[in-house]
């Protein structure tokens, strides 16, 4: 092949609303709260398109999707899917839940047909904020590790947790 690897993947032409026609919308939100590194941001926005999210909400201090590096790994899906900034305090009034440590295991947990999903730094997690509002509202969903770290990547265990709550609602 005459082309770079990162080439391979798929880029639909068109602006957001003709591509939007073209993939399997969800009614899924997702929340990044605090990310800071550029990649994850990336990554994350590559694979909420793939799995059917309506739109990205951004905490003010999460990485900026226009980073080069945001940019390089998400091949594209910053102009595709839509996001926007959006204070914690001001999150649209949907049923809210998170992926943190000492949730309900993955395979227990009820998903919602449509919510927000929030996802915390790398380093600190969920804001205490948002902890409290999801207790108050669907909880916490956890992934069962069976390895000698306490830990994926974020961009990893949301990956996780968007392709099991897309499973259970598209079949």
Same mark, same amino acid.
């Given at each position: 092949m005459? *082309? !770079?690897p990162a080439e391979w993947?798929?880029?639909v032409p068109g602006d957001r609303e003709s591509v939007s026609? +073209?993939?399997d919308i969800m009614d899924f939100y997702l929340y990044l709260d605090d990310l800071r590194s550029p990649f994850n941001v990336g990554a994350i926005f590559r694979t909420? !398109? *793939?799995f059917g999210v309506k739109e990205i909400l951004l905490s003010e201090d999460t990485a900026s999707p226009f980073h080069r590096r945001a940019l390089r790994s998400a091949m594209g899906a910053v102009s595709i899917v839509p996001y926007r900034i959006v204070p914690a305090s001001r999150l649209p009034d949907l049923p809210l839940f998170c992926l943190e440590l000492g949730g309900t295991p993955l395979d227990s947990f009820t998903f919602p047909s449509g919510g927000i999903l929030v996802v915390g730094s790398e380093e600190v997690g969920v804001s205490p904020y948002l902890l409290e =509002?999801? +207790?108050r509202s669907l909880g =916490?969903?956890?992934i069962p590790l069976g390895g000698l770290k306490g830990s994926l990547n974020v961009a990893v265990a949301a990956g996780i947790v968007l392709q099991r709550?897309? *499973?259970t609602q598209s079949a």
């Amino acid at each position: 092949m005459n *082309s !770079e690897p990162a080439e391979w993947d798929l880029i639909v032409p068109g602006d957001r609303e003709s591509v939007s026609g +073209q993939r399997d919308i969800m009614d899924f939100y997702l929340y990044l709260d605090d990310l800071r590194s550029p990649f994850n941001v990336g990554a994350i926005f590559r694979t909420a !398109e *793939s799995f059917g999210v309506k739109e990205i909400l951004l905490s003010e201090d999460t990485a900026s999707p226009f980073h080069r590096r945001a940019l390089r790994s998400a091949m594209g899906a910053v102009s595709i899917v839509p996001y926007r900034i959006v204070p914690a305090s001001r999150l649209p009034d949907l049923p809210l839940f998170c992926l943190e440590l000492g949730g309900t295991p993955l395979d227990s947990f009820t998903f919602p047909s449509g919510g927000i999903l929030v996802v915390g730094s790398e380093e600190v997690g969920v804001s205490p904020y948002l902890l409290e =509002r999801t +207790q108050r509202s669907l909880g =916490r969903v956890s992934i069962p590790l069976g390895g000698l770290k306490g830990s994926l990547n974020v961009a990893v265990a949301a990956g996780i947790v968007l392709q099991r709550w897309y *499973s259970t609602q598209s079949a």
